[in-house]
Each structure stands twice: as C-alpha cells, then as structure tokens.
C-alpha cells in the first residue's frame, strides 16, 4: 500500500469516529510516519503506533498553551505484516482505535480487557 493510500486509511477511521468521540478531541494531531524513531521504539520491536501526549483526564485547569497531543501510525511496521488488503486496513484501523484510546485515558490492561490491546 502505498503512502497516500495509507494516510487515506487512516483518515478514513477518523472520519467514522462517533460524533461524541469528535466532540472531545481537542488538541491532538495525527500524523503518519514510515517508521518510528528509536527514541519512540528503542528495542525495534515493530511498532504500529503511539501516543506522545497528556490524556484527557490527566488535564487539569493549568492545562493551557499547551503543543498538540500526536498520535503516530508508522506505515513501514504495517505493511511487514504482509496481510492482504482487507486485513491491513483493519489492522491500521485498530492501531489509529488504539493509540486514540489511550488519548482517552485508557491504558492497556483496558484495552486487552475490552479487546482492542
């Protein structure tokens, strides 16, 4: 899949957010990159995504002037999973889903409880 159609993925589960998740984003950025850093992945572990910000309920009434929250979808990683077409789109729809979640304040013990970890 190339880079364009990747980011159309990805902005494609955006659009279909429910309208109250659309409500409560504020301040957050989504950028696709091929690969993460080795800050971001210092053990190469294939990263799929990542949020770099300060959660919803962590934001108190000093929260202002703040940079954008980012969340991060690495194309690269995807695509070494070497699933057809259909089955990346899912898997790069659950990644976007996931890091969004931990925007939300959701951690991974959550997630692998309600079954998007």
Same mark, same amino acid.
Do not use: K, Q, V
């Given at each position: 899949?190339?880079?364009?159609?990747f980011e159309q993925v990805v902005h494609d589960v955006l659009e279909? #957010?429910?309208q109250w998740a659309i409500d409560r984003i504020?301040? #957050?950025r989504v950028i696709v990159e091929e690969r993460p850093t080795r800050d971001q992945d210092p053990e190469g572990g294939g990263l799929l995504g990542l949020y770099d910000g300060i959660p919803l309920h962590e934001r108190g009434p000093d929260y202002c002037a703040e940079l954008p929250d980012t969340v991060y979808v690495f194309r690269q990683p995807h695509l070494e999973m070497d699933l057809p077409e259909?089955? +990346?789109r899912?898997? %790069?729809r659950r990644t976007v +889903?996931?890091?969004l979640a931990h925007?939300?304040?959701m951690d991974d013990d959550h997630l692998?409880? %309600?079954g998007w970890g």
């Open positions: 899949m190339d880079g364009r159609s279909e #957010l429910p504020h301040n #957050l259909d089955e +990346l899912e898997e %790069i +889903l996931h890091e925007y939300f304040g692998d409880e %309600i």
